[in-house]
């Protein structure tokens, strides 16, 4: 079965989602503490259709396979078709924000970067995209006013602020356009702050992000 973007009245999107368009670094200080250098044009990568499940259910990661990481980020619902779309067009074609998990396989990811691999298994596994549902945008809003954070069984863990970010929304969708058409459905992580590491096992999750969306899940024993 697909995964159907819903929005938080419970509306659920018209069309189901087809791909999850990443970016790997977008952070300064998230880029950091990989110790990996910070870009100079985006890292992108792509999370099929069956990596989505809704946050509002458990969280079941295969730890059989090495630590899986967490990594809160701001998600955006396409609403229209975009290709080589300019910044304002990528701007007016986001209808929903919300928070996803980019849950990564470290120990796998580090393993296949180490040796030049593409570290596809690491990132696009089923289930590697839990996403809350979406807040109805009816207008752009002010990007670097919005603000997000993470806490792992009451502690704070994640905080992002659009301000952030090193490649801004309308920048990043415009980019992702040109390299991969974005369709109705679809959604944008855009990068996760600092504070990554392992998802502990039957950790409760909340999530809030600034404009009234707060969730609480929870991660399987
Ligand atoms: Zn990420």
Redo the contacts with the bound molecule.
């Keep these: 079965m697909r995964f159907v973007p819903r929005f938080t009245d419970g509306q659920e999107f018209p069309h189901a989602l087809g791909k999850v368009v990443?970016i790997?670094r977008n952070y300064a200080d998230h880029a950091k503490e990989l110790d990996n250098p910070v870009p100079s044009e985006p890292l992108l990568f792509i999370k099929p259709a069956t990596a989505a499940v809704s946050m509002e259910e458990v969280i079941d990661a295969p730890f059989s396979r090495g630590e899986v990481h967490y990594?809160i980020?701001l998600a955006l619902l396409i609403g229209e078709e975009l290709s080589h779309a300019t910044a304002d067009e990528a701007e007016r074609a986001i209808v929903g924000i919300g928070l996803g998990l980019?849950l990564?396989l470290r120990d796998v990811q580090t393993r296949l970067k180490e040796k030049g691999h593409p570290w596809e298994v690491a990132k696009a596994f089923d289930g590697a995209c839990p996403l809350t549902p979406f807040l109805p945008l009816s207008r752009v809003p002010n990007w670097n006013a919005l603000s997000f954070q993470l806490e792992i069984n009451g502690e704070p863990r994640q905080h992002g602020e659009g301000s952030d970010m090193l490649f801004p929304v309308p920048t990043l969708v415009a980019e992702m356009s040109r390299h991969f058409t974005l369709q109705p459905g679809d959604v944008v992580?855009t990068?996760?702050p600092s504070g990554v590491g392992p998802l502990p096992r039957g950790a409760s999750l909340q999530m809030t992000l600034t404009g009234g969306l707060e969730i609480t899940t929870r991660v399987v024993e």
């Design positions: 990443c790997g990594e980020e980019d990564t992580l990068g996760t």
